[in-house]
């Protein structure tokens, strides 16, 4: 999933959009990559083709053991084999016709890009998954070279492959390879440029191929690979309508259909079920002669270890077991210790007074001074809270989140809180943009394009604005539960998840829409690489860096000239019923309300350093936090939902989400103080 907002922003700047505007990605692309050869790899989700692309491009995208974890294409250069290629990493398809907004993206980049050699990535404990696939490339005539990667999981499951036979059978070069070891990639190196299209053609009937040969004979007369489009077409592939509205009148549009209906009128099952069967016996008739497991007795440990930690019973302790190595990690060590050196002595003790120091040496002028190491300057408080305060927390609960991501546990955790997400409206694959939203809710958001219903869509975006709190508050939180008793630490989770059940209950009766079945692919847990947990850290803390803190400088700035206007005091004096008279604040919580507004890990930075200066008690600091978590999580969200979901929803989530924030802080407020319950 998986995917964080550095990883948007590189999509954005190499690919520049596509899903559904095929047009637009062609205009957009740069004159060069268009004469260049392009190689893309495909295949089903969690097989390793974004490790194949860092390898093959230098270039790193996200890796994750969590399907989904690519949702838009990224382009990179390659010079291998001494020629310049532009290699293009899609998200995982498990069908070429598309189910989801990123299945699409896959399938358009095969459909307009004619020339297109592919890489298939599959995972050979998997191969009857990979190649139906495989067969649907075929049918678009594209040039394919199969990888079976995953060969170390593969053998310890005891499966054997002959590769000879296969590629007798395809036509096309097979390889095994390693990726995540760059074992035998130096074969894919070799075969670079070749490939045909694979000779797998299955016959669908007398009846369905005539029917397949007259919409061939009705598509454009220069359009490559018509079978398979012929195909998608009788299989009721919905999202091509767009693309046969662009190339075709609407007479021969009508007569295509009438083809389609002609031919289910005399089927009682659906054509695409019809279809898909036959692709299936295909496969099945291909496996059989190449396809061997021997023994199923390996990786019985590894298999016991994963049955525990979905266990309905079981799965708890050890869920709680890994909140609590998390709770130590992060609270302990990055907002104990690390928060400690950094603010009180690497900012407190060296940086702010030597700042202090030079300013006033410097700038003769108040005004310049309070600007940069003011109560509200840009160093003293912007740089220091967010160097000092939030690096430090998000940085272990980074390391920690990539180490959950490529262990394979997230998916696990999806499965142990199916039942729990069932009351909110959701099941399957909907909680996994869910979890992802644990690391950052703006890619989390994006992430949703892996849903196949709009309701479910909606649904993950309104609930992960609301209340998934992300790893950069989830951090200064951890470091805010260090002064508080374990009761309130359950009434802020009870409070939370409690307003998600309502919210999302209630919405998903009001939206109206389907829920899609609980099918979810769990992959094997796997040793983390830690060059890959260190590199993906190192990258999250560097989208941090560029996109969380200016925002918080900005911030800064904002009290800054609030103050300058005299406007803190008024702004306090406005929100005083609320801040105080019904959240049960001290009057100084406004401004870190204000900077809520701008990213929800600011918002609780500036409550973090009120509790440590003992400003606030156990039941405020409870209300405080239950009133920043449910906030929308920061601009950048915003504006993802805005990209998403359109202006009028996003407008309408937040509208939604700001007033019940305060309403529940409000009324946890009024509860803990009538029932007069001690934290
Ligand atoms: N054991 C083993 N793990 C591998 C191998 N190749 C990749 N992995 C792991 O498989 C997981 C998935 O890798 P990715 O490259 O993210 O897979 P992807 O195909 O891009 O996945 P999506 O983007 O979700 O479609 C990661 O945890 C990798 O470290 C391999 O050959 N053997
Ligand atoms: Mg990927």
Same mark, same amino acid.
């Given at each position: 999933m998986s995917n964080l907002p550095f990883q948007r922003k590189k999509n954005e700047q190499e690919n520049q959009g596509r899903a559904g505007s095929m047009t637009k990605n062609r205009q957009r692309k740069t004159a060069a990559s268009e004469k260049m050869p392009r190689i893309a790899l495909v295949g089903n989700p969690n097989v390793g083709k974004s490790v194949i692309f860092g390898w093959m491009t230098g270039q790193y995208v996200t890796v994750s053991n969590f399907p989904g974890t690519t949702v838009e294409v990224t382009q990179g250069n390659s010079s291998l084999g001494g020629q310049r290629r532009v290699i293009v990493d899609t998200p995982g398809i498990n069908n070429l016709i598309p189910m989801s907004e990123d299945e699409r993206v896959?399938?358009?980049?095969?459909?307009? /890009?004619? /020339?297109?050699?592919?890489?298939?990535?599959?995972?050979?404990?998997?191969?009857?998954? !990979?190649?139906?696939?495989?067969?649907?490339?075929?049918?678009?005539?594209?040039?394919?070279?199969?990888?079976?990667?995953?060969?170390?999981?593969?053998?310890?499951?005891?499966?054997?492959? /002959?590769?000879?036979?296969?590629?007798?059978?395809?036509? #096309?070069?097979? $390889?095994?390879?390693?990726?995540?070891?760059?074992?035998? $990639? /130096?074969?894919?190196?070799?075969?670079?440029?070749e490939g045909d299209s694979p000779q797998i053609r299955p016959f669908y009937g007398a009846e369905m191929e005539e029917g397949i040969e007259a919409i061939e004979y009705l598509l454009p007369a220069e359009q490559k690979g018509k079978r398979a489009l012929a195909l998608m077409l009788l299989a009721g592939d919905e999202s091509l309508r767009d693309w046969l509205h662009c190339r075709l009148p609407d007479p021969v549009i009508q007569r295509i259909e009438e083809v389609s209906r002609r031919l289910q009128s005399r089927h009682q099952e659906p054509l695409g079920f019809l279809i898909n069967r036959k692709r299936l016996d295909t496969v099945d008739q291909i496996v059989e002669g190449v396809f061997f497991q021997e023994r199923r007795d390996k990786g019985r440990t590894a298999q016991a270890i994963s049955g525990l930690t979905t266990h309905p019973v079981a799965g708890f302790p050890i869920l709680i077991l890994v909140l609590y190595a998390i709770y130590k990690w992060v609270g302990e060590f990055g907002a104990g210790l690390g928060v400690d050196f950094l603010f009180n002595v690497v900012f407190g003790k060296a940086i702010n007074p030597a700042f202090t120091r030079m300013a006033n040496y410097l700038f003769p002028w108040l005004i310049l001074r309070d600007f940069f190491v003011g109560p509200y300057g840009v160093l003293t408080m912007g740089l220091t809270y967010a160097i000092a305060i939030v690096l430090p927390i998000v940085g272990t609960f980074f390391f920690a989140f990539g180490l959950l991501e490529d262990s394979g546990y997230l998916p696990r955790l999806a499965v142990m809180a199916n039942r729990f997400f069932r009351a909110m409206g959701l099941n399957g694959k909907a909680i996994l943009p869910m979890i992802l939203?644990?690391?950052?809710?703006?890619?989390?958001?994006?992430?949703?394009?892996?849903?196949?219903?709009?309701?479910?869509? #909606?649904? +993950?975006? $309104?609930?992960?604005?609301?209340? +998934?709190?992300?790893?950069?508050?989830?951090? +200064?939180?951890?470091?805010?539960?260090?002064?508080?008793? @374990?009761?309130?630490?359950?009434?802020?989770?009870?409070?939370?998840? !409690?307003? @998600?059940?309502?919210?999302?209950?209630?919405?998903?009766?009001?939206?109206?829409?389907?829920?899609?079945?609980?099918?979810?692919? #769990?992959?094997?847990?796997?040793?983390?690489?830690?060059?890959?947990?260190?590199?993906?850290?190192?990258?999250?803390?560097?989208?941090?860096?560029?996109?969380?803190?200016?925002?918080?400088? $900005?911030?800064?700035?904002?009290?800054?000239?609030?103050?300058?206007?005299?406007? #803190?005091?008024?702004?306090?004096?406005?929100?005083?019923?609320?801040?105080?008279?019904f959240l049960g604040l001290p009057a100084k919580a406004t401004e870190a309300l204000l900077l809520g507004f701008l990213r929800r890990d600011y918002g609780a930075a500036g409550f973090f350093i009120m509790a440590k200066a003992g400003e606030l008690d156990s039941v405020q600091i409870v209300v405080s936090l239950a009133t920043i978590t449910l906030f929308v999580p920061c601009l950048a969200n915003f504006f993802m939902i805005v990209k998403e979901r359109g202006v009028g929803q996003a407008l309408a989530m937040a509208g939604f989400i700001f007033p019940f924030a305060f309403l529940v802080g409000g009324g946890l407020n009024y509860f803990l103080h009538f029932v007069g319950v001690s934290l």
């Open positions: 896959t399938r358009d980049i095969l459909l307009e /890009d004619e /020339d297109l050699q592919v890489i298939q990535v599959c995972d050979a404990k998997n191969l009857r998954r !990979g190649l139906m696939i495989t067969l649907q490339l075929a049918e678009m005539e594209k040039p394919v070279v199969l990888v079976l990667n995953m060969a170390d999981e593969a053998k310890e499951r005891g499966i054997a492959i /002959d590769h000879r036979r296969l590629e007798q059978s395809l036509g #096309i070069p097979v $390889l095994s390879t390693i990726a995540s070891r760059r074992k035998g $990639l /130096d074969g894919v190196e070799k075969v670079l440029g939203g644990l690391g950052c809710d703006t890619m989390a958001t994006l992430t949703t394009r892996i849903l196949e219903t709009k309701k479910e869509r #909606i649904l +993950v975006t $309104l609930l992960l604005a609301l209340g +998934v709190p992300c790893s950069a508050q989830i951090g +200064v939180m951890v470091g805010m539960f260090a002064a508080l008793s @374990m009761k309130a630490i359950l009434v802020w989770g009870l409070v939370v998840l !409690g307003s @998600m059940i309502a919210v999302g209950y209630l919405a998903s009766k009001l939206i109206p829409g389907e829920r899609a079945d609980f099918l979810m692919e #769990i992959p094997p847990l796997r040793i983390p690489t830690l060059g890959n947990i260190l590199v993906k850290t190192l990258a999250r803390l560097e989208w941090f860096l560029k996109e969380a803190v200016p925002l918080f400088l $900005l911030g800064t700035f904002f009290l800054f000239i609030l103050d300058r206007l005299g406007l #803190i005091k008024v702004l306090q004096n406005i929100a005083e019923p609320m801040v105080v008279g």
